[in-house]
């Protein structure tokens, strides 16, 4: 059986900007050797997997799925890019609306719009949650990137913060500290799964409301993850806990910028809502 693999970018109206994803619409047929097999062979960061909705997924008809998200090395519980170029690969087909997911971390309703020439999606996250960070992993964390301590932030303290997957937060001092990044991929990969982390989440406050962001990804397979929906959605969480935005407020994040493919996503905090909401374009590659 041949199976139709998509490719998408996410968080940029650019194909040549974002975060690539793979998408399968009909992934009916494919089990999930199969699934890691095609994620592996793409060598995107995540390819996204959609089946039919299971039993009882609230929705309108014809516009709920089961999602789910394979790297080129393993299942992924949440992946955020993959969801807004499912979502727009849906849509270009389905039309615009309401869409939702049934993933691995839990229940994801999606919207999709219209935006210029293009289609905008945006997420709604699981209920998210923060927490600290030992020390003795903390210091693990900084020797496999090989920062010192003092280039941290001190106004962004290293947290854990989960929005459907865990990323560890660590706030850089300058923009310089987070374009410099050379680390130690084995090591940081054998911390990252000890602490079942999927990306660490490296952030430098370049404004009111506009922050810089990388995400080291070696428990994926890759180096660095070009624009990651589910940090965004999870630093979202941890800027509200750390009282850095507004209970209602827009943040602007930037990503892949040093690594050649700029990407925007927004944060949406709502008063009274403790889920996270995170938007952007996405295109077709090709």
């Not at 229940?107 to 020390?135: I, Q």
């Not at 706030?171 to 990969?189: K, S, V």
Request: aromatic content about 6%.
């Amino acid at each position: 059986m041949t199976t139709e693999v998509l490719r998408y970018t996410a968080f940029s109206a650019d194909p040549a900007g974002g975060n690539p994803a793979g998408v399968v619409l009909d992934a009916s047929g494919l089990d999930d050797a199969r699934m890691l097999e095609i994620a592996a062979e793409l060598g995107y960061s995540e390819t996204a997997f959609l089946t039919s909705p299971p039993e009882g997924l609230a929705g309108e008809p014809g516009r709920a799925f089961t999602l789910r998200f394979f790297s080129p090395k393993a299942e992924v519980s949440f992946c955020g890019h993959a969801t807004v170029a499912a979502s727009v690969a849906l849509a270009e087909r389905i039309g615009a609306g309401p869409l939702v997911f049934a993933t691995p971390a839990g229940t994801v309703p999606v919207s999709v719009t219209a935006e210029g020439t293009g289609l905008r999606a945006v997420l709604t996250s699981v209920e998210p949650h923060v927490e600290d960070v030992a020390p003795a992993d903390l210091a693990e964390a900084l020797a496999a990137l090989d920062w010192p301590a003092a280039d941290l932030d001190p106004d962004l303290p290293p947290k854990i913060a989960y929005a459907g997957a865990r990323h560890l937060v660590l706030g850089a001092g300058t923009r310089a500290r987070l374009a410099a990044l050379e680390y130690d991929f084995d090591r940081l990969e054998a911390l990252m799964r000890r602490l079942d982390l999927t990306t660490v989440q490296l952030v430098h406050r370049a404004g009111a409301g506009l922050f810089d962001v990388r995400n080291p990804f070696p428990v994926g397979g890759v180096v660095e993850d070009a624009a990651t929906g589910a940090a965004a959605a999870a630093f979202g969480a941890y800027a509200r806990e750390l009282g850095l935005a507004p209970q209602e407020s827009v943040l602007t994040l930037r990503q892949g910028e040093d690594m050649g493919r700029p990407g925007v996503l927004t944060v949406e905090l709502r008063a009274g809502d403790p889920r996270v909401r995170v938007g952007g374009r996405a295109v077709r590659i090709g």
